[in-house]
């Protein structure tokens, strides 16, 4: 994809990108490149491939949700995605990205700097830890299929305001789906929507899947990942 065909294809999606909001994908897509020289940040690194599955994947989140003017949180952002393009395509909400790797926080904070987001808000901690002191914060938490669906949940959850939503991207769901009644039970969570569709140009499936938060979530979630793994929820 290039950065015609991303222009044209996310106003399919309801999208205007202005020149500056291209260059600073262009900065963001430069800056990657050269940070992962150092340390690993992606396997993606050909430019069309980037814009493609990186840049437009992170906006299909539109699909799904109107993310304009909200409070967003992306757990597990790695390089930024999909938080730092909503950033830079979505001035007016602001994004906040947990991601323990001291690394990749840096290459998030150098984007930031870099590219002037003040929009953004970067927090070096595990996401169970942030989630026990920052309950009911967020209109939106979203996660790129950062870890099963079933603890994207128990993570994500604690952290989405009464009546906000978790929204789940990820390729096939199937098996991640067996068991996910309980969850959603326990969360206080109900699925409300979701897309499926193939990204353009290559075709590789996706799945956009919006739950809805009823009531507060209980105090004991989320557990610690130790706990997670030996134990559903």
Do not use: W
């Amino acid at each position: 994809m290039n950065k015609e065909e991303f222009i044209n294809e996310v106003k399919k999606l309801g999208i205007d990108i202005k020149k500056n909001t291209i260059n600073n994908l262009d900065e963001y897509y430069h800056i990657l490149t050269e940070e992962n020289k150092k340390y690993n940040l992606t396997r993606i690194v050909e430019e069309k491939d980037v814009y493609l599955k990186h840049f437009y994947d992170s906006l299909t989140i539109t699909k799904i949700e109107n993310i304009k003017e909200k409070s967003i949180c992306d757990l597990g952002s790695g390089a930024g995605l999909p938080g730092l393009v909503l950033a830079i395509c979505f001035p007016d909400s602001n994004v906040t990205l947990i991601e323990s790797n001291t690394k990749k926080c840096h290459f998030l904070n150098l984007v930031k700097e870099k590219l002037e987001l003040n929009n953004v808000q970067i927090i070096n901690t595990r996401i169970e830890e942030y989630a026990k002191e920052n309950r009911e914060i967020f209109d939106i938490v979203t996660a790129r299929a950062v870890a099963p669906l079933k603890h994207l949940l128990e993570y994500g959850i604690p952290l989405v305001k009464v009546n906000g939503v978790f929204i789940a991207m990820k390729a096939n769901t199937e098996k991640e789906e067996e068991n996910i009644s309980e969850y959603l039970t326990k969360l206080s969570i109900k699925e409300e929507n979701r897309v499926v569709f193939n990204l353009p140009f290559e075709n590789s499936l996706r799945t956009l899947i919006k739950y809805k938060k009823i009531s507060k979530t209980n105090l004991i979630y989320p557990r610690k990942y130790s706990e997670m793994i030996k134990k559903d929820i």
